[in-house]
């Protein structure tokens, strides 16, 4: 990629200046037609290991590997120019040694050509994101409830209903701040606790499951456009995707059935 096409780009300094203004507007994508789809209207594109279970057909995002996680990310790279694209380092990809994590995390940056990468934890994960972004690897941290902890969580659970809680989630945010991260992802915590972690830190803070209280909010766009028939109870639906696909496909088989689809010379033209 040239300086050029990075220039193009949303920066992670753009990222951070929107704390406490315009809410940053931010969305999965996992493949090239649909980057190209969201990122005029997205500030960031995450490319998130929830492709493993959002594409793959995974339980949890447990078997999602550095591989794939950079194959997806060629593929948004390519369908993008606008906003800024991160990727998330898989499970066991980073938490052994900051060494490791940053192996990775450059190999993802060089294959790839994005912007950032984002990884799941708080203060046990500030000194790696220390290590990565002292060395060059901008970071988007995520603390919360952190799906890569299912099994350790017990499921996929909101966090902060008990107060008792509340400063742990507050000290997770100021360690990986500290560290340098440049926004974090808050994921399914209480909507007066995503308030105060907000407003306690400088950097903006994107939600998902988290409430408006955020400085944006992140949805799986396949959730958010009725792709899905399993989503979680928190996620508003602005499409229904999936109803589209299935009414095309009954027609296209009908009409392969009665041998009534057009010819080679038919020149079709779409009314949508
Ligand atoms: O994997 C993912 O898609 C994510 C976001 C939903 C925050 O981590």
Same mark, same amino acid.
């Given at each position: ?15 951070? #200046?929107?704390?406490? #203004? +315009? ?14 789809? !969201? ?11 929830? @492709? ?23 593929? @948004? ?8 694209? #991160? ?14 994590a &940053? ?19 708080g ?11 002292k ?14 902890? @299912?099994?350790?969580?017990g499921?996929?659970?909101?966090k902060?209903?008990?107060? +008792?809680?509340?400063?742990? !989630? ?6 990986v701040?500290?560290?340098g ?16 972690? *907000? ?11 988290? *409430? #408006? ?7 799986v ?7 899905? *028939?399993?989503?979680?109870?928190? +996620?508003?639906r &602005?499409?229904? +995707? ?24 038919? @020149? ?5």
């Amino acid at each position: 990629m040239s300086a050029q096409d990075q220039q193009k780009r949303i920066s992670t300094s753009d990222i951070m #200046a929107r704390k406490g #203004a +315009v809410p940053l507007v931010a969305l999965t994508a996992y493949t090239a037609p649909m980057a190209r789809l !969201l990122d005029p209207h997205a500030d960031l594109l995450l490319v998130g290991d929830s @492709v493993g279970m959002v594409l793959h057909g995974f339980e949890t995002t447990l078997p999602v590997s550095l591989e794939m996680m950079i194959m997806h990310g060629q593929a @948004v790279m390519r369908g993008s120019e606008k906003a800024l694209v #991160a990727i998330d380092m898989p499970f066991g990809s980073y938490e052994e040694t900051p060494q490791q994590a &940053y192996r990775n995390a450059v190999e993802v940056m060089q294959r790839t050509g994005c912007m950032a990468v984002k990884l799941e934890g708080g203060q046990h994960m500030a000194p790696t994101i220390e290590f990565l972004t002292k060395r060059g690897v901008p970071v988007i941290a995520h603390i919360g409830l952190t799906p890569q902890a @299912v099994q350790v969580d017990g499921g996929f659970k909101v966090k902060g209903r008990d107060e +008792v809680l509340w400063h742990q !989630l507050e000290a997770d945010g100021l360690a990986v701040q500290q560290a340098g991260a440049f926004c974090i992802v808050l994921e399914g915590i209480v909507e007066p606790l995503a308030k105060r972690v *907000s407003d306690r830190l400088a950097i903006p803070t994107i939600g998902i499951g988290a *409430s #408006a209280a955020c400085d944006g909010q992140i949805l799986v766009s396949e959730d958010m456009l009725g792709f899905a *028939s399993k989503v979680p109870k928190f +996620v508003k639906r &602005y499409g229904e +995707v999936g109803q589209m696909i299935d009414k095309a496909v009954e027609s296209y088989a009908s009409e392969v059935r009665e041998r009534s689809f057009p010819g080679p010379d038919h @020149v079709y033209e779409a009314k949508f």
